[in-house]
């Protein structure tokens, strides 16, 4: 089992920023993949960002250029710096974690992040 812990959300004004951190602990391996995801009420939750643990660096159309994702290989721990946030951006943000190789994703509980216009 994987456990993931999140933190960094909250409320900013259009064009602010903010950081989101999730840490991992228990059966991490040394190649995995972590990421984010975000979700809206009553829609599918999305892929925003994903990292390996090579450093290679996947992104949503939608946060290119104001989004960075990295990683502390470590501490087992990843970051999303979010530039230029939009009011469309507000969602509840999960870190996710796979291991290379596997068919099994795990979850954070979920970090709210609201933006204001």
């Known amino acids: 089992q994987v456990q993931l812990v999140e933190s960094g959300g909250g409320l900013v004004q259009a064009g602010g920023s903010l950081r989101l951190s999730c840490a991992a602990s228990?059966?991490?391996?040394?190649?995995?993949?972590m990421g984010w995801y975000r979700q809206t009420p009553g829609k599918q939750r999305d892929f925003v960002a994903r990292?390996?643990?090579?450093?290679?660096?996947y992104y949503a159309d939608s946060v290119k250029g104001r989004f960075t994702i990295s990683r502390d290989n470590a501490k087992n721990t990843v970051n999303l710096e979010m530039n230029f946030l939009k009011p469309e951006d507000t969602a509840v943000y999960y870190c996710?974690?796979?291991?290379?190789?596997?068919?099994?994703?795990?979850w954070g509980q979920g970090t709210q992040v609201t933006v204001s216009s």
């Open positions: 996710q974690y796979t291991h290379a190789g596997g068919s099994r994703d795990y």
């Open positions: 228990g059966s991490t391996s040394s190649r995995n993949y």
């Open positions: 990292i390996s643990s090579g450093g290679s660096t």
